[in-house]
Structure formats: C-alpha cells, structure tokens
C-alpha cells in the first residue's frame, strides 16, 4: 500500500514537472500567457511556469523561406507571364507574431502573392525581364509596410522564374535575330567603307607611281602560280601592250604591200593576157 502511494506522488511530482518545466531554444523566443493574458517574452534558456495558469508558445527567429508560386500575370503591355519568386523574412517581434496575427506564415505567403501579382503588373514585359532588381525592391517595400504591424521583416524577395507564351518565345527569337543580322550589315558597310578608302588611297599611290601597279600584277602572279593551276592570267598593262604590238605589225604590213613601193630587194611579178593567136609571155625575173 505505502508503495502505491509512493508511486502516485512520484507520478504527481513528475506530471508537475513537466508541465511547470519549459527549454526555450537559442534561436527562439518564448512568449508567456497566465490567465489568457500576455506577460511579456522570454529569452533563451529553462524557463519555470505555473502548472494549469501558465502557457509558452515559442517562436523561432531564423529567417524562413517562402516559396511564392507561380502567378499568371497580365503584364501592363497585355502579355501574360507565369512568374515564381521567393520570400525571406523573420520575426523580430514575438509577441506581436503571436498577438497580432493568427498564421504569419500563411498571411505572408498570400500576400506575397498577391503583391507580385500587383507589382509585375504594372510594367511591361521588357521591363519585366531586364528589370527585375528594381521589381524585388519594389515587392519587397510593399510586404514591409503591411508585416511591420505583425512583428516580422521581410529580408529579400526574388523572382525566381519568368515564364513566356511560345508564340511570344518565337517573336523574341525573330527580334533578336533581326538585330544580329542588323548589327552584322552595319558592321559590313563599315568594313567597306574602310576598304573603298584604303583602295582610294593605294589607287592614287599607284598613280603617282605605275610601276607599282606592275610590281602588284607581278605579285598576284606568284600567288596564282603557288596553286598550280593551269589559269593563265594577263593582267591589263599586258593586254594593252598586246594590242599595241598587233597595231605596229599591221602597219608594217601595210607599208610592205604593192601600193607603197614593195620591200626592198624583191620585184613584183607582172602577168599579162595574150591574145588568142599568140603564145603567153611573162616578163623576166
């Protein structure tokens, strides 16, 4: 029987002690209800409460991660993205994070929500994708001013995915190939500019000096005859100097015929018609 009793007090005692006995961890806060009524927050450490009156409800205060799903959103120029962001806040109030608000996390993630939604909204699609730091910066003031009441602070906010239309994907792709082949005509004519001077300026050095356009036909020569290809190449001096050579035989030859006297040391040879009763002569040699 004593043993009995002995084992109902030490079960009472123990029952007491657990209920009286509470470790607030290092990263938490804890904050103290007695009789329904806030009594402050209770730091790190063992804490002792009164059975039955007291209750500790801890709060972590590392910072959480909040992953904010993806939103179809009707960009300002009518284009409509699919955006994912994340959220990182944490609690620097514990009795306003209990006191004031029923589910920080849930509260925080919807309005997380619906503020991407407000704030992707209002720009454009480029805007959208090239200026995304100013956007962070922008969802992130607005969850500040509406989680300071809650005892929280929002630390960053990123988006972490953009999602286009594939008939959107295409016509981006057709922009942007559109623009290399611009820059790549642009480039080209710069090139031919540069080149249209540079030949400006050897044209007029060679004609300061022909022999150097003699020395440059001699020199595309030896590159053609590197190949060993059978393409025979007369450059235009030569064609030239062709032509004059065909003009000087022509009048040589002219000055060699009959009308003009005949070369020297050869007779020209008369022939004659006879008639019918007398035999044909031929003048001598």
């Known amino acids: 029987m004593n043993g009995l009793i002995v084992a109902i007090v030490i079960a009472v005692v123990a029952l007491l002690l657990s209920l009286s006995v509470r ?25 002792l409460l009164i059975p039955v009156v007291d209750i500790l409800h801890r709060v972590t205060l590392r910072i959480i991660t909040l992953p904010i799903q993806s939103q179809g959103i009707i960009t300002r120029d009518n284009v409509r993205v699919d955006v994912s962001a994340v959220a990182y806040f944490k ?9 004031a608000i029923e589910n920080v996390h849930a509260a925080i993630d919807q309005i997380a929500q619906t503020t991407l939604r407000k704030v992707v909204g209002q720009h454009t699609l480029d805007q959208t994708l090239s200026e995304t730091d100013q956007i962070n910066l922008d969802i992130r003031k607005i969850l500040d001013i509406a989680t300071v009441e809650w005892g929280v602070e929002v630390t960053l906010v990123e988006l972490k995915d953009i999602q ?5 994907k295409r016509a981006m792709a057709r922009q942007a190939e559109a623009e290399r082949e611009k820059r790549a005509k642009i480039i080209n004519a710069e090139g031919e500019s540069l080149a249209a001077a540079a030949l400006g300026e050897a044209s007029d050095t060679m004609m300061a000096h022909p022999l150097a356009l003699q020395l440059r036909n001699l020199q595309t020569l030896v590159e053609l005859g590197v190949d060993k290809n059978t393409t025979v190449v007369f450059p235009a001096p030569l064609m030239s100097t062709i032509g004059e050579l065909g003009t000087f035989l022509a009048r040589e030859s002219a000055a060699a015929s009959p ?6 040391g050869v007779i020209p040879v008369q022939a004659t018609t006879p008639p019918p009763d007398r035999p044909s002569q031929v003048a001598p040699m």
């Open 259 to 264: 009308h003009n006297g005949g070369q020297a």
């Open 164 to 168: 286009l239309p594939d008939s959107m």
């Open 23 to 47: 470790v607030v961890k290092q990263y938490e806060q804890g904050v103290l209800f007695r009789l329904g009524k806030v009594q402050g927050a209770r730091l790190p450490g063992l804490r």
């Open 91 to 99: 609690v620097v109030d514990a009795v306003k994070s209990v006191v």
